[in-house]
C-alpha cells in the first residue's frame, strides 16, 4: 500500500506529512501575536472565521528562524479536534511512498528530538522525514507551550 | 455509523424526556389532580418505553412499561398521588436516568443491577393498588396511546366556513343536512356557529337562516369527496363555502398554532369573549385568564379547557425542534461572519467605482449589507436557549435538599422563557447551584424558628429571569434571615479592610463577601448565614462578563442579583494600538480615557506607578510591558483607558484609540488554549485578528508579579 506525503522543505531538508492529515494550504497571511507563549507560536489567524495559531517548526527543531516571505506556505492541520497551522518555507511536492522506501529513524545525535520523527524514506537520493505530527503538537505539548505560567 | 446517529438522538431525546418527567413529578407533588401533569408523565415514559425498546435497552425499556403501567393506574385515577408516591417515581427517574447517562458515556451494562429490586417495588405498588384487574389496566395503554397515535396521524384535517343565503331554505337546501352528511364522511372535531348576524327577537324571520359555520374536521378521505357535499350549494354565488387543508397545523390531533397565540386571541377565535372584554382587561396589570374569570365573562371550565389545548399546543410544538451539532451552528456562524465581512469589503471597493456605476447599483449594496447583518443575527439568536432547563433542574435540588435539612422550602421559577447564550447556561450553572444551595442552607430557617418570627413556615425562594437595558438579570431572593450586616463590618474590620468607626453602607460591606475567604470563616457564616466561596460564585459571573450583587434585609431575607450580557458572542468593542498590534477592550469595562502626562503620573517605591483620575490614583498598567510587546519608542505610551475591573479601577497606557465596534468574540481555546489577560480573538474588517483583552485576567496578571499596587490600594 503506498502512501502519499507531501513534502517541505526548513532550510535545506526535506519533511513530509501524510497528506490525510492536511485540511488545507494557504498563503503567507500576516498574524497577530499572542502575548506570554513560547516562541514556536507565531500567533493567531483567521481562515473563514475559525481563529487558530501558527506553529514554526523550525523552532522546534531548533534551526534558524527566518524571515518570512511570498513563499512561505501555511500547512491548515487538524489534530486532536483542533485546527492549527504549521508555516513553512516552501511545498515541494507530492509522493507516494511504497512501505520499501520507508525506514526506520536512524539513530542520531542526542540533540536531535527524534521523537516527532516517525520515520525516514529514501527515495531516488531524497532523504525526507517523514513527522509524527501527534506527537509534535499535541495537547500536552500546548501546556508546555505556557510559557509564563 | 446509522445506528451512532440514532443513538446520539435517542440520548438527547432521552435526556429531554427524564428533565420532562422530573418536572412534572414535582409539579404533581403541588398540584396532584393536575391531569394534564399526569398525562405528560405517562407520554415521557411511553416514549422512553418504546425508544428504549428500538435500540435494544430492554432492561430500560422493560422497566419504563411497568412504570408506565403504575401511571396508568394513577391516570385512570385508580391510584392516587401522594408525596410518597411521588418520592418513589423520583427515585425510579434517578435511576433510569443514571442507566442512560452511562449508556451514553458506552457502559450501557452499569447501574442495571439496581432495576430488579425497584422493579420488584413498582410491582408491589401495582399489585397493591388493583389486585382484581389485572388484565384491566394494561389495555387502555395500548389503545390510549399508540392506537390513539396511530389514529390521528392518519387523514387530513380541513377547516370548512360555511355562510349562506339568507332564503337558503327556499331553495330547498338545508344547512343541517350538510352538516349530517359530512358527520358521515369525517370526524367533526368543532363547530363553531356565528351568531353576529342574528337579529334581536322580535325581528327574526323564521323563515330566514341567520346563522353561519366554522367547522374543523378530520377525514382520511379525499378533498374531492368533502367538496362533493356542497356540490348543490355551490353553485349559488350567494353561499360561500371555503374548505381550507389545514393538516399542516395539527400534529397528534392538537392545533399546533395555539401555541404561539396569546390567550386572548384564542379566546377571541373560539368566540367565547368578545375583542372588546379582551382590549378592557388588557388595559388591567393582570393575566387575561384571570381577569376575565374576575370579571364573569367566562367560566372556570371553559378557560381551563383552553388553557390545557394551548398546553397542548405547546407540548406537541416543543417537539417539532430540530437538534443541531452546536459545531455546525457554529461553522455556520463563522460563515455567515466572513460573508459580512467580505460584504463589508466589496461595499468599500465599490465606493470607490465612478459615481455613474455606483449610481446604477443604487441601494443594492446596502441592501445586501442590511440582509447579511440580519442573516448574522438570526444566526446568533439560534445560539440561544430559555434558561427553564436549568431553573427546574433546581427545583429538583431545593426538594432534596429541604427534605434532608427538615425544610419546607418551595421553589418560585419565573421567567423560565427567558434566552440565554447556549455557553451562558452551562457556565451559569455552578454559581446559580451554589447560591441555591446557600439560600437553602443558611438562608432559609427550620420551620419552628420561622413560624416564631412571625412567618409562614414554608420558606419561598423565588427564581426569576427576565431581560432589562440589554442585559439578562437573574434574581434569586429568598425570605429567610437575611444577612447579619453589623456582624459583616466587624469580621471586616478584624481582617483590617476598613477602620474601627467606618460605616460603609450596606450593600459595600455585603461586597466584602465576596472577597476570597472571607465569607468561608465560621464566624461569620454562622451569625449572617452565608456560607463558602461566594469568590468562587462572583468569579465565574464575571468570566461570562457579567456582575453580581447582593441586597439583605436581616430577618426578612437576601436577594442576589446576576446581570448577564445577552450573548458573550458579541461584545462592544474599544479597539486600541500599542506598538504594531491592536487590542480591543470591552466597551463594557471602559470608565473613561485621558491623555497620560508627568502632571497626573506618580511613581511608587520608584517602581508602582498610579495615575490620577478624579480625586484618586489608580494603578496604572503599561500594556507594553505587560503583554511583552516591543515598542518603537523608548517613553511611556500617551494615553490611558480607565478600566473597572470590579476588584478595583485600572488605567491601562496604549498608544493609540482607535475605533469602538461590535466585534464577534471567539474562544481561543477551541483550537489553542487560555491565555492570560485575553478574553479571545475577534476578527477585525481586514480579515485579521485582534485579540480581545479580558481585564479580569490583565488584573490578575498584573497584581500576580506585583505586589506594590496592593499596598497602594
Known amino acids: 500500500m503506498e502512501e502519499q506525503y507531501i513534502t517541505f522543505y526548513l532550510d535545506d531538508e526535506e519533511y513530509g506529512i501524510e497528506i490525510n492529515k492536511i485540511r488545507e494550504i494557504i498563503g503567507y497571511r500576516r498574524f497577530t501575536r499572542v502575548p506570554g507563549v513560547k516562541d514556536i507560536v507565531k500567533g493567531m489567524v483567521n481562515l473563514r472565521g475559525v481563529i487558530f495559531p501558527i506553529f514554526d517548526l523550525r523552532l522546534k527543531f531548533n534551526l534558524p528562524p527566518k524571515e518570512y516571505n511570498k ?68 495537547e500536552k505539548e500546548l501546556e508546555e507551550l505556557d510559557a509564563t505560567a | 455509523m446509522e445506528q451512532d446517529e440514532l443513538l446520539q438522538i435517542y440520548f438527547s431525546e432521552a435526556e429531554e424526556l427524564l428533565q420532562t418527567m422530573e418536572h412534572s413529578l414535582m409539579t404533581l407533588e403541588s398540584d396532584p389532580q393536575n391531569q394534564s401533569v399526569i398525562n405528560e408523565v405517562f407520554r415521557a415514559m411511553h416514549t422512553m418505553k418504546s425508544s428504549s425498546a428500538m435500540l435494544g435497552f430492554t432492561q430500560l425499556s422493560e422497566h419504563t412499561h411497568l412504570l408506565e403501567n403504575l401511571m396508568e393506574r394513577i391516570r385512570s385515577k385508580q391510584l392516587s398521588i401522594t408525596q410518597n408516591l411521588v418520592s418513589f417515581l423520583l427515585e425510579n427517574h434517578d435511576l433510569i436516568k443514571s442507566a442512560v447517562e452511562s449508556a451514553a458515556q458506552g457502559k450501557p451494562d ?92 322580535m325581528e327574526m324571520d323564521p323563515f330566514q337562516l341567520y346563522l353561519a359555520w366554522r367547522l374543523l374536521i378530520k377525514t382520511d378521505r379525499p378533498l374531492s369527496t368533502i367538496e362533493k357535499v356542497f356540490v348543490f350549494v355551490q353553485e349559488d354565488e350567494l353561499n360561500q363555502i371555503s374548505i381550507r387543508d389545514v393538516s399542516s397545523h395539527f400534529r397528534d390531533g392538537v392545533d399546533t398554532r395555539m401555541a404561539n397565540k396569546p390567550l386572548g386571541e384564542i379566546l377571541i377565535d373560539q368566540k367565547l369573549v368578545s375583542e372588546q372584554e379582551i382590549q378592557e382587561v388588557l388595559t388591567q396589570q393582570k393575566k387575561v385568564g384571570e381577569a376575565l374569570l374576575e370579571k364573569g365573562k367566562i367560566s372556570p371550565a371553559e378557560l381551563n379547557n383552553i388553557v390545557d389545548l394551548q398546553e397542548k399546543s405547546r407540548a406537541v410544538l416543543r417537539k417539532s425542534t430540530v437538534r443541531v451539532d452546536t459545531d455546525k451552528l457554529d461553522q455556520l456562524a463563522n460563515m455567515v461572519e466572513e460573508m459580512t465581512i467580505q460584504l463589508a469589503r466589496i461595499s468599500a471597493i465599490l465606493g470607490d467605482l465612478p459615481p455613474d456605476v455606483t449610481r446604477k447599483l443604487g441601494s443594492e449594496p446596502d441592501s445586501l449589507n442590511r440582509i447579511g447583518r440580519e442573516v448574522q443575527e438570526q444566526v446568533m439568536r439560534l445560539r440561544m436557549f430559555p434558561i427553564e432547563g436549568t431553573f427546574q433542574r433546581f427545583q429538583r435540588m431545593a426538594r432534596d435538599l429541604a427534605r434532608e435539612q427538615h425544610k419546607q422550602i418551595k421553589i418560585i421559577l419565573g421567567g423560565g422563557e427567558t434566552e440565554l ?214 517613553d511611556t505610551e500617551p494615553l490611558v483607558v480607565f478600566v473597572s475591573s470590579e476588584k478595583r479601577i485600572l488605567g491601562l497606557g496604549v498608544d493609540e484609540i482607535l475605533d469602538h465596534q461590535q466585534v464577534v468574540i471567539k474562544n481561543l481555546e477551541k483550537n489553542f488554549r487560555r491565555i492570560s489577560g485575553i478574553a479571545g480573538g475577534a476578527i477585525m474588517p481586514d480579515g485579521s485578528v485582534a485579540l480581545v483583552l479580558d481585564v479580569y485576567g490583565l488584573d490578575h496578571l498584573f497584581f500576580g508579579r506585583n505586589r506594590v499596587h496592593e499596598l497602594v490600594h
Open chain 1, 71 to 138: 513563499f512561505s506556505v501555511i500547512f491548515v492541520l487538524e489534530i486532536a479536534g483542533r485546527i492549527m497551522g504549521i508555516i513553512v518555507d516552501t511545498t515541494s511536492d507530492v509522493i507516494s511512498l511504497s512501505p520499501a522506501e520507508i525506514l526506520p529513524t536512524p539513530r542520531l545525535s542526542p540533540s536531535i528530538r527524534t521523537e516527532y520523527i516517525k520515520a525516514v524514506a529514501q527515495q531516488d537520493d531524497r532523504l525526507i522525514i517523514l513527522l509524527d505530527l501527534e506527537r509534535i503538537l499535541d
Open chain 2, 110 to 201: 452499569v447501574g442495571l443491577d439496581a432495576f430488579p429490586a425497584m422493579a420488584e417495588k413498582v410491582k408491589r405498588f401495582l399489585g397493591l393498588a388493583a389486585e382484581q384487574e389485572e388484565g384491566r389496566v394494561t389495555a387502555p395503554i395500548t389503545t390510549g396511546m399508540s392506537g390513539g397515535q396511530k389514529e390521528s396521524s392518519k387523514g387530513s384535517y380541513y377547516e370548512i366556513n360555511m355562510r349562506f343565503r339568507k332564503d337558503i331554505f327556499q331553495t330547498g337546501q338545508d344547512p343541517l343536512m350538510l352538516l349530517y352528511e359530512l358527520g358521515d364522511l369525517a370526524e367533526i372535531i368543532s363547530v363553531e356557529t356565528d351568531l353576529s348576524s342574528l337579529p334581536p327577537f
Open chain 2, 421 to 634: 447564550d447556549k455557553d451562558v447556561i452551562e457556565h451559569i450553572n455552578d454559581p446559580l447551584t451554589h447560591i441555591i444551595r446557600n439560600c437553602i442552607g443558611h438562608g432559609i430557617e427550620v420551620p419552628d424558628e420561622r413560624k416564631q418570627s412571625g412567618k409562614s413556615p414554608e420558606g419561598i425562594i423565588n427564581l426569576n429571569a427576565y431581560q432589562q437595558e440589554g442585559k439578562i438579570y437573574i434574581k434569586i431572593s429568598d425570605d429567610g434571615r437575611g444577612i447579619d450586616a453589623e456582624a459583616v463590618r466587624q469580621k471586616a474590620i478584624e481582617r483590617g479592610l476598613i477602620k474601627e468607626n467606618d460605616q460603609p453602607l450596606p450593600e459595600e460591606i455585603y461586597k466584602f463577601l465576596f472577597i476570597p475567604g472571607f465569607s468561608t470563616a465560621k464566624k461569620v457564616s454562622s451569625i449572617s448565614g452565608r456560607g463558602v466561596g461566594m469568590d468562587v460564585v462572583q468569579n465565574n459571573i464575571q468570566q461570562l462578563g457579567g456582575t453580581i450583587d447582593i441586597f439583605s434585609e436581616k430577618g426578612k431575607g437576601t436577594t442576589f442579583v446576576i446581570k448577564l450580557p445577552l450573548t458573550l458572542a458579541v461584545i462592544d468593542g474599544m479597539y486600541v494600538g500599542v506598538g504594531a498590534d491592536i487590542f480591543v477592550i470591552p466597551l463594557l469595562t471602559v470608565l473613561s480615557t485621558a491623555k497620560l502626562e508627568k502632571g497626573n503620573l506618580k511613581t511608587i517605591e520608584g517602581k508602582g506607578e498610579v495615575v490620577r483620575l478624579g480625586d484618586s490614583y489608580v494603578p496604572l498598567i503599561h500594556l507594553d510591558r505587560l503583554l511583552g510587546i516591543e515598542r518603537r519608542q523608548t
